[in-house]
């Protein structure tokens, strides 16, 4: 049963909270509502895809420092800012910081539905990532390193006689290697096993550099 | 019935009587005891007269009332240094208990003494001397509290006097005696004729002995004249009676003679300028009582100058042939013999006939001498009484009064003789008239005296034939009739055994009584020896009477003359020619000059040229019509400032109604004059301010009535048409203040209250502004200021002045200050630009999220209406929380016309601008802490100025912080209620502060920490708190940063408008 995308709510404006609260929840949203940064930080993780929408301003620890806080515990979750008319030096620094959106005040509640669904599927899609990562991972765990750096140069696009010619091996050997690759890396053909090593984003690691 | 009682009691005192009256009884206590030291022996003349003076003097103080004790030191007998010791001894024995106030000497030789033996005698007793040449007090040196009356011996003016008397004078001799005193003397006659030695050759009378001396000068040229002086012991060493040696000199002397003391004139000197030792011993004891009177002593002893008289001896006068007309002025002429001839010539032809008859009858009986020897001695008395009868007829007519005395006494002793009686006496009636006192007594030999004074009561037959004018007379005592049995009883007490009472009859009155008696024996009274007692009796009322009428005609002169010397105003007499002839002491003391210099026309050198014109025209027309004057002119002090004295001359008149010159008084007043200046001066200066004023000023009583009115005063009244007499002096004002009130006029009320408040005390001023178009096109605004009139009678003081130009240049003032607020205004609003529009847009935001989330409630298959309505609830919520912002921004930017000043609350003052600015503050991280007080006074202004006050205090804190890189960001804004009716607001901040010579510099215009800022913030609201009545500063906080203090003042210490 997959659980509702829930929206943190940061706004030191009660008014505001209950306005906001109101709207995401006629569209669906699941809505929590923080009068600051810390109360916010305090919640445990959720499951769901989340997104936190704060005020820039707030006394005490503002919109910055919550936004600074959360990139080193849940770097995935994003943030939307709502910002005053003419706030342009806060929101490069917001921005710099891995803000994925803005909206200016005053603003239509599509704008802020817009932002709202946008920040939520780049959760989703950074939590799919996250997972295809972990598997990658956990599979190349598994190879000896003869078994990688047959991985690595079969992603490279080499052939078996040319990884055989560099390794100095004979081809029957680096064929077995590359077997016991596809099985372990669970893929059936080089094509799928490229463009999982691909999705799990940058290469890993612990990946020597390629020789030129 | 008093006569009568009086003639009893006269009666009773001749009685001879036993009685002896024990004259050392207790002393009543008195007020002040007074020796009198004299140098020379009580019979000396001088002494006499000196003692009279003092006694005279000191006798007639009540306040204190004086006891007299007097010693005769006698110097000059006794020297001896054992004496001396002795007789300081005996001083001391006997003044020592008294407790002596005051020691008074005569002579050099007495002060000397006293000085001397002092500290024994009498330590610290005030000593005044008196007929002491000055040259003696030199050589004793000045003691302390040591004063007196100098010896001014005269002797140039006596030679003065002898050079007119006898112009073909050429030489002088002095005679004098060897002891000290007389050398003195004679040294100082020799510097007095000095002033004539060109004219005159001067010497002295050679001459050891008196009898030298005497033969000396019966030699003596005939352009000569003698100067005779003190003589109280010869060159061999002979004391001598100075007078009687004059007296010596004198009659010997082959030219005339001239003394230099009064008590020679009398004893054939011609006479002088002499010393009166009388005014001598009379100016000493006033002396003395005014120090016994606590008066302080004079800074320095009396010249002596004022005891110094003209005496010149008629005889003497008369023997040398000198002309009376060539004497000084006011000269004291005595001794006239000119007329005893005429006026008693048929006594003394009645007393040389009876002699002639009586000699022939003597001669006749002398034949029957054995026969007739009774009748003979009967004779013999008669013929000496009748000699002595006719000696003194003859004799008191010509005596001077001093000598009436001793010559009556003389007569007495003789008439005991004569007669044969045990005693006579002559008695005065008492001054109360119960009773008659003894003046004169005679006694025989081993008699004893009588009583002082006899009661009328002790013999009342006696009494009441004597005052019937009767002779009484018994032979023994058996012979007085039945009814005078207590006049038995009395006499027989007194040891009388026969009597002869006489009354003395003076003017038709019974002034006394003439008594002989016998003690030892019996007598019988012949018809023939009453009959010359009674002659007798006549004789002595004569010369008693005339004796006593030139005492108090003396009395009367010394008494002016003391009185005038002590008078506090300057007095002066003159002759019927407009003389000078006196001034006394006060004005010598004024003057500081001479008497000699003052008298005749001499005082006039003291008169200011300037008023010597007018000061004589005015003295003459009075004089000629011998009226009363008063005249004020200037008249030299003895430090030569002119001081300006009020003469006031009133003419006096002899007995007989001649006119004898004038009496007049000065009085110095130059202080009262100055003051009298000063005051109109004063008076003049305060009409003059009060006239110039430029207001309209009216001065009015306690009721409210105008008394003075100013020139504009006058002629605003007059340039609007005002009814003087509603609006001038006299009319009240208060009545005309009710008269407006009653015609509506709006400005009555509040001058009405203000001008009472002012006269009933309740307020120490008023002031009143009010506008009136008083006639004019345009209105004008005038002041009103009441101020008491600080005068115990009250009233007020009401000034009107014309401000309508004041008021203009304030409103203009005020209208720039508006246009300058309202700018800063602007601009600062502008600042806040991005917190207000964040103030603005929360509401908008949650309202445009309230009403797109409604209509998503409302739009689904089922609508969820409570939320909806909600959302509704919030967006009108949101909506007001809007338009609230947007007033507390249109409250403070907003221009509007001026309002007027209502009582506002300062806690919402702050709270509205707070709002306006937290926004602002929490974009800069500053934390603001409220700390409002509980109940800070309402105060009086413009809400919107005021707020802007406090923006710019709260703004410029922030900007304080904000210029500082770490530290607290904290502003506390804080209000309180202070003492007295005053409402506090303080904003302090934790910026960098400024050092404490910046604190006044901030509220300067143009002076900004910021570079964009136009630093009008702090000027502007400094300008606005002051205009209304407050006060704005800064301090420094202990740890860091500014306070600013705004104080407004709370309505209730508004000032009156």
């Not at chain 2, 300028?273 to 005014?290: E, K, M, T």
């Not at chain 2, 003209?310 to 042939?321: E, L, Q």
């Not at chain 2, 003046?439 to 004597?466: K, N």
Request: include cysteine.
């Amino acid at each position: 049963v997959s659980q509702p995308p829930l929206v943190l709510v940061a706004d030191d404006d009660a008014s505001v909270r209950r306005a906001l609260s109101r709207l995401l929840r006629t569209a669906g949203f699941a809505v929590e509502t923080y009068a600051s940064a810390p109360a916010l930080l305090e919640r445990p993780s959720p499951d769901q895809p989340v997104c936190v929408v704060s005020d820039v301003r707030m006394p005490g620890d503002s919109g910055l420092d919550l936004q600074a806080r959360l990139q080193q515990t849940h770097p995935d979750i994003p943030v939307v800012f709502i910002t005053g008319h003419g706030d342009v030096p806060t929101s490069v620094r917001a921005m710099k910081g891995g803000a994925v959106d803005f909206l200016e005040k005053p603003f239509t509640d599509e704008q802020l539905l817009d932002c709202v669904r946008r920040a939520l599927e780049t959760h989703r899609h950074r939590r799919a990532e996250h997972t295809a990562r972990q598997i990658l991972e956990q599979r190349l765990a598994t190879l000896t390193p003869r078994e990688r750096d047959v991985l690595q140069l079969v992603v490279a696009g080499l052939l078996n006689k040319q990884i055989a010619g560099r390794r100095g091996t004979a081809e029957k050997t680096v064929k077995i290697h590359r077997g016991r690759v596809m099985e372990k890396m669970q893929v059936g053909s080089v094509a799928e096993l490229v463009r999982m090593v691909e999705r799990a984003g940058a290469p890993p690691p612990w990946a020597p550099a390629a020789p030129a | 019935m008093g006569r009568r009682a009086t003639l009893i009691a006269i009666g009773l005192v001749l009685l001879g009587a036993a009685l002896v009256s024990s004259a050392s009884g207790a002393e009543a206590p008195s007020g002040a005891s007074v020796l009198v030291l004299y140098a020379q022996p009580q019979i000396v003349p001088a002494v006499i007269d000196a003692d009279q003076g003092i006694r005279a003097t000191l006798n007639a103080s009540v306040s204190p009332s004086v006891r007299i004790y007097t010693e005769y030191l006698d110097t000059s007998s006794f020297a001896s240094r054992e004496l001396q010791r002795a007789l300081v001894d005996f001083l001391h024995t006997k003044y020592a208990p008294l407790a002596l106030d005051l020691v008074m000497t005569g002579g050099g030789e007495a002060l000397r003494f006293a000085v001397a033996h002092r500290a024994r005698l009498f330590p610290d007793v005030p000593i005044v001397f008196f007929a002491v040449n000055r040259r003696v007090h030199d050589a004793v040196a000045f003691a302390p509290n040591v004063t007196g009356v100098w010896l001014a011996t005269d002797a140039g003016a006596t030679l003065d006097a002898a050079l007119r008397l006898q112009p073909g004078l050429r030489r002088v001799a002095v005679a004098g005696g060897a002891a000290g005193p007389d050398r003195l003397n004679r040294a100082e006659i020799r510097r007095g004729l000095e002033r004539h030695a060109e004219r005159v050759e001067i010497a002295d009378l050679p001459g050891a002995s008196l009898d030298d001396m005497v033969r000396e000068a019966a030699t003596l040229p005939a352009d000569t004249v003698l100067f005779i002086g003190s003589v109280v012991r010869d060159g061999a060493g002979r004391i001598t009676m100075p007078a009687d040696a004059a007296a010596r000199l004198a009659a010997e002397a082959s030219v005339p003679a001239y003394a230099v003391f009064e008590s020679h004139v009398g004893r054939g000197v011609v006479g002088g300028r002499v010393v009166a030792f009388r005014a001598q011993g009379i100016a000493a004891a006033a002396l003395a009582l005014d120090l016994l009177r606590g008066a302080p002593a004079p800074e320095a002893p009396l010249s002596g100058e004022q005891a110094n008289r003209w005496v010149f001896d008629w005889r003497a006068m008369d023997r040398w042939r000198l002309d009376e007309r060539a004497l000084p002025p006011g000269s004291d002429v005595r001794y006239r013999v000119a007329s005893p001839w005429r006026l008693y010539r048929w006594y003394i032809v009645g007393g040389v006939v009876l002699l002639l008859l009586q000699s022939g009858l003597i001669g006749g009986l002398l034949v029957h001498r054995a026969r007739h020897r009774r009748a003979a001695r009967a004779l013999t008395e008669r013929v000496s009484f009748e000699a002595l009868l006719a000696e003194l007829s003859a004799a008191f007519n010509a005596l001077p009064a001093s000598e009436i005395d001793p010559t009556v006494e003389d007569a007495l002793r003789r008439l005991v003789r004569t007669l044969g009686v045990d005693r006579v006496a002559l008695a005065g009636r008492t001054r109360g008239g119960a009773g008659a006192s003894i003046t004169h007594v005679s006694t025989a030999p081993g008699i004893p005296g009588l009583p002082a004074r006899l009661d009328a009561a002790e013999v009342p037959w006696t009494a009441a034939r004597l005052d019937r004018g009767e002779i009484v007379h018994f032979s023994r005592l058996a012979d007085l009739p039945a009814e005078a049995a207590t006049d038995r009883r009395c006499y027989a007490r007194l040891g009388t055994r026969s009597l002869v009472a006489v009354p003395l009859v003076a003017g038709g009155q019974v002034v006394g009584v003439m008594a002989l008696s016998t003690t030892a024996a019996e007598r019988a009274w012949p018809r023939e020896l009453l009959d010359r007692l009674h002659l007798m009796a006549e004789i002595f009322a004569g010369a008693l009477l005339r004796r006593r009428a030139e005492a108090l005609l003396h009395e009367s002169e010394e008494r002016f003359r003391l009185m005038a010397d002590h008078a506090p105003v300057m007095v002066w007499l003159s002759g019927a020619d407009g003389r000078c002839t006196y001034v006394n002491r006060r004005w010598l003391d004024f003057t500081g000059r001479a008497p000699e210099q003052e008298l005749g026309r001499g005082w006039l050198d003291g008169v200011h040229a300037d008023d010597l014109a007018e000061r004589g025209r005015t003295a003459r027309h009075a004089f000629d019509a011998r009226r009363e004057f008063v005249i004020e002119y200037r008249l030299r002090r003895h430090d030569g400032a002119y001081r300006r004295v009020l003469d006031q001359g009133v003419p006096r008149f002899a007995a007989d109604g001649t006119f004898a010159g004038y009496v007049g008084s000065c009085v110095d007043v130059t202080e009262l004059r100055a003051a009298e200046r000063t005051l109109l001066e004063s008076k003049l200066l305060g009409a003059a301010i009060f006239t110039s004023l430029a207001g309209q000023v009216a001065a009015v009583d306690r009721e409210g009535v105008i008394i003075a009115v100013n020139d504009a005063w006058f002629r605003h009244a007059a340039e609007h048409g005002a009814d003087l007499a509603r609006s001038g002096v006299g009319a009240s004002y208060l009545a005309e203040c009710h008269r407006a009130l009653v015609a509506g006029e709006p400005q009555a009320a509040p001058a009405l209250s203000a001008i009472e408040a002012v006269l009933g005390g309740e307020r120490p001023h008023a002031v009143v502004e009010y506008q009136c178009q008083c006639h004019e096109p345009e209105v004008r605004w005038f002041q009103m200021l009441v101020e008491p009139l600080r005068r115990p009678e009250g009233g007020a003081v009401i000034c009107h002045l014309d401000i309508t130009d004041r008021r203009r240049a304030e409103d203009e003032a005020r209208r720039r200050r508006e246009e300058l607020a309202h700018a800063q205004r602007l601009s600062t609003s502008g600042e806040l630009a991005a917190s207000l529009a964040h103030e603005i847009n929360q509401p908008l935001l949650a309202i445009l999220s309230n009403a797109q989330a409604g209509d998503r409630l409302l739009d689904g298959a089922e609508p969820d209406l409570t939320e909806a309505r909600e959302a509704l609830r919030d967006i009108a919520a949101d909506a007001q929380r809007a338009a609230d912002v947007i007033r507390a921004l249109r409250s403070l930017v907003g221009r509007r016309a001026a309002v007027p000043d209502e009582p506002l609350d300062v806690n919402d003052l702050v709270t509205r601008v707070v709002r306006l600015v937290r926004h602002d503050l929490e974009r800069r991280s500053i934390a603001l802490r409220m700390d409002l007080g509980a109940d800070p006074p309402p105060v009086v202004g413009d809400a919107v100025q005021l707020q802007q006050v406090i923006l710019n205090l709260l703004l410029n804190a922030s900007e304080a912080i904000e210029a500082q890189a770490g530290g607290r960001r904290e502003i506390r804004v804080s209000t309180s209620r202070t003492a007295p009716g005053e409402a506090a607001i303080e904003v302090a901040d934790t910026g960098p502060g400024v050092a404490e010579d910046q604190l006044e510099r901030i509220f300067s215009a143009f002076v900004s920490s910021k570079p964009d800022g136009l630093g009008l913030g702090l000027s502007i609201s400094r300008s606005i708190v002051q205009a209304g009545g407050g006060r704005v500063w800064a301090t420094r906080n202990p740890g860091a940063g500014l306070t600013l203090h705004v104080v407004l003042p709370s309505p209730t210490l508004v000032p009156v408008a």
